[in-house]
């Protein structure tokens, strides 16, 4: 790799590091990280000579013929490592290459599409909330390194076994969402922190912390992104009402739900105005609690009106940018200077080239820090 760029990659049931013969024929990977609407995926691309020992290895797992693949794609710059995926095989294709040298193609997701396999449908969780049910589903995949990281909602929903039972619907990653929606929360896995571990994490979106170095543009010399454009959509922010019946009249009584909390402060000075208001109907025939719970989901989903997109490279910037964490913006004018939140993130690796495409989000315009950390 370029300017002190180190890829290692591990292949197998149980990963190990690749064979040379392997990591020679790698020409370029593509690794995709969202801020946990959909899987990880990632797409490997391999020259294929005639008697490579590449047939072997990935096209008897497209074949079948082994049970699981797990490839681990590990970065090293600057003599830190960081794992960008961690996943198994879904699919793999040969292609026409050129000079009469065939592609070989594998493609995945992260250890998530372990957990989408199986249908559990019926499964029964007496007397426990979903903090404890999202538990018990991901102690299963302990064995193969993934870490949970559960995060209890603040608004519990309890349910009592004499009126009901919760059961599962679904396969085990479908009903985790599932419930991580109705929390208003996300659910992803993430690669790390040691190689051939993932932490699972089930709990709300956080929008604090430490942020990455940076993303400057328009500044001559110290400008370190290749391109970097927004967009301003009032349309895009809704806030929900919902509804909780008066337990003597039954008369419905709306609330508007803020999407605001500790967790998730406003990044822009400026949200439009005034917000896009949704009435949730169907909350007038929840219990108090689920009505608050769908209401502080729906919010949490519509609460951003700035949108950023924009790609670099990974030399320049110094170091890798991940998804699902703030960053820094420079460069780009009052209404967009300031911190964001990386909602995605797509790593394009190949021979002496590693670049970044990226997507950032905020609730509005302007920064609500008078400076933004270099």
Not at 104 to 112: E, F, H, Y
Not at 149 to 178: A, C, F, N, W
Not at 197 to 207: C, F, L, Q, V
Request: net charge neutral.
């Amino acid at each position: 790799m370029q300017g002190g760029i180190k890829l290692q990659l591990l292949i197998g049931p149980v990963p190990i590091p690749a064979p040379r013969e392997v990591v020679e024929a790698l020409t370029s990977a593509k690794v995709e990280a969202g801020a946990g609407e959909t899987q990880a995926g990632f797409e490997l691309t391999f020259d294929l000579p005639a008697r490579s020992p590449l047939r072997t290895l990935f096209l008897l797992t497209g074949g079948g013929s082994l049970p699981l693949m797990r490839v681990v794609l590990v970065v090293q710059i600057g003599g830190h490592a960081e794992s960008v995926i961690d996943g198994v095989t879904t699919n793999v294709e040969t292609q026409p290459g050129e000079g009469g040298v065939s592609k070989l193609v594998v493609k995945g997701k992260d250890l998530s599409a372990l957990m989408d396999i199986i249908e559990l449908t019926g499964l029964p969780y007496p007397a426990m909330p979903p903090a404890v049910r999202v538990l018990l589903v991901l102690a299963k995949y302990a064995a193969f390194g993934v870490i949970p990281m559960v995060i209890p909602s603040i608004v519990e929903d309890l349910p009592i076994p004499v009126q009901r039972i919760p059961q599962q619907r679904g396969s085990d990653y479908e009903y985790v969402k599932t419930l991580a929606q109705q929390c208003g929360y996300v659910f992803y896995l993430e690669p790390g922190p040691a190689p051939a571990t993932s932490k699972a994490y089930w709990g709300p979106e956080i929008r604090i912390g430490e942020p990455q170095p940076a993303l400057s543009t328009n500044m001559d010399a110290l400008t370190n992104v290749e391109q970097l454009n927004f967009n301003f959509d009032k349309e895009r922010k809704t806030m929900p009402i919902v509804f909780f019946q008066e337990p003597i009249s039954k008369a419905p009584i709306g609330i508007p739900i803020p999407d605001i909390s500790p967790l998730n402060p406003p990044l822009g000075l400026v949200p439009p105005l005034p917000p896009k208001l949704v009435s949730l109907d169907n909350t007038a025939q929840m219990s108090p609690l689920s009505a608050l719970m769908t209401g502080l989901a729906y919010a949490g989903q519509h609460s951003d009106s700035v949108f950023g997109n924009g790609r670099l490279d990974v030399t320049r910037y110094g170091r890798l940018l991940r998804s699902r964490q703030l960053v820094g913006v420079r460069g780009a004018g009052l209404p967009f200077d300031g911190l964001y939140f990386v909602k995605s993130v797509t790593h394009d690796i190949k021979r002496g080239e590693y670049k970044q495409s990226f997507t950032l989000a905020r609730n509005g315009l302007v920064s609500t820090f008078p400076t933004v950390p270099v």
